[in-house]
Structures are given as C-alpha cells and as structure tokens.
C-alpha cells in the first residue's frame, strides 16, 4: 500500500504536518448460500463497519442477483444492497431477507446480530496531554471553518490506550533522532504504527506538530491549518491518542493520532 502523503507548514521555529485521512479498504466477509431457512437459525454475527456478502441458493443453483430483493427489518442496524451486500452500521439485531422477485416468495432471511466494538481503555494523560484533549474536544463542540469548509460541532473523542501509545512512541521517536516526519526513520507509517500498538481500525489520521511550548498553541496552530484543522473536526473519528516527547535542547513534539474502530 502507498505511503500515506502529508503537508508540511513552517511557522518560523514551530513547524506542524498533517497525515491525511485513511480510511480502511472494505474487506467483504463471506456470507453463508443459504436454502430457505427455517426459524431458529442461528444468527450471522458481524461487528460494526463489517461487511458481509449473502447469497441464496434455490435447488442446489446460486440464484443471481437480478432475481432476489434484499430488504433489511432494521436498515440502522444493518443495511442490504441490491447485490445482496450487508453492512453493520451499528450494535443490534435485524434481519435480512431475500425475495424471489417474479414469484415474491421468501427464499431466506438471515438473522444478524452486529456488536459494537468493546469500550477503549483510556490514554493516561499528564497536565499537557489532558489539555490537549480538553482544547480539541472544545474546538470540536464549537465547530470550525476549515479553509473554506465550515464543520459543524462534533461529538468529542475519547483518549484510547493504544493509539496513545503510538502516539507517544512516535513523538518520542522524533525528538530522540531529531527528525519530523509522519514516517519513521524505520519506514513505519501511521497504519504500521497504530496496528504494532494493537488497534483495529476503520480509519485513522494523524497531526503533529514541534517547537510549540504549550497545549493552547498547538492546538491553536492546528486550527490555524487546513489540513490539520479537518482532522480534528472529523465527525468520522471517535478516538484520540496524544504524545509529547521533549529533546535535550528543550524542543517539544507534539502527535494526534485520531481513530475510529
């Protein structure tokens, strides 16, 4: 996969750059081929942003696509495409039914049971770190213009444990081999980073910053940043680790690493 690009901006001594976004490739979960079911069936169990591709087979042939209608009792839940394609938007159960157009027979249903991805351990903040969160949650909840972009208030994010941790080896990384860059000296980019640390995730963007002295400046200089700016307001992103590394002249370096799982 390519190198994630950034954007570098220089403001005299304080230097900031911005990961843009990446969100995961789809990976499509085989689904059962399912002949008329019968009730009781054991449900299909998806977690939330998972996608599962159905098929139906009637008298040992796979029935195509251009014969069935696929409807879904809860589309919030878990939502079908014509193809027969569901996709697990958010905890809960529904069920997935496939029609025989001509006839209006039901072939099959499937019971899908989604859940939600278990609770993130929080990040343990200091005093500059916890103001980092407390600066970017408010700038959320205030919404922001982007560039040209107006973003309305988003939901706060929540500091997770492990992307806090790629968070901070990353900004120690930086300030221990003098270099900035969203890419390791050992090659890693933030996908590497994040997974080494063990998070799953769906997508994921990163800003970080150096020479700022303190929590309102850079979160300011963020803001103040385009790029910077729209990760922090993405309405997509649920999680947020933060990192603060100091070198011995005293220069401090700065990493958001923003998720969702």
Not at 105 to 133: H, K, N, S
Not at 157 to 182: I, K, P, T, V, W
Not at 194 to 213: D, K
Not at 221 to 247: D, P, T
């Amino acid at each position: 996969m390519r190198p994630l690009p950034f954007i570098v901006l220089s403001l005299s001594v304080l230097t900031l750059a911005a990961c843009a976004p990446r969100t995961a490739q789809t990976t499509v979960i085989p689904g059962p081929i399912l002949e008329p079911v019968q009730a009781g069936a054991r449900p299909v169990r998806l977690g939330v942003g998972q996608d599962m591709q159905l098929e139906v087979s009637l008298n040992g042939r796979r029935v195509p696509p251009s014969e069935l209608n696929w409807t879904s009792s809860d589309p919030r839940v878990v939502s079908v495409s014509g193809g027969g394609l569901a996709r697990a938007a958010t905890a809960g159960q529904a069920s997935v039914r496939a029609t025989q157009t001509e006839s209006g027979r039901i072939l099959a249903e499937f019971l899908m049971q989604v859940t939600a991805p278990p609770p993130a351990t929080p990040q343990r903040l200091d005093a500059l770190t916890g103001q980092v969160l407390e600066l970017t949650n408010a700038a959320r909840a205030r919404g922001q213009k982007c560039g040209a972009q107006n973003f309305p208030p988003a939901p706060p994010l929540n500091s997770e444990a492990r992307l806090g941790a790629a968070a901070q080896a990353h900004a120690a990384d930086m300030a221990a081999r003098n270099y900035f860059s969203h890419v390791a000296q050992d090659g890693r980019v933030l996908k590497a980073r994040v997974e080494a640390a063990g998070y799953g995730w769906r997508a994921i963007a990163e800003n970080i910053a150096a020479g700022q002295t303190s929590a309102q400046e850079v979160v300011t200089g963020w803001l103040n940043s385009e790029g910077h700016c729209r990760n922090l307001m993405n309405a997509e992103y649920r999680e947020l680790g933060i990192g603060l590394a100091q070198n011995t002249g005293g220069k401090r370096y700065w990493v958001q690493d923003f998720g969702t799982r």
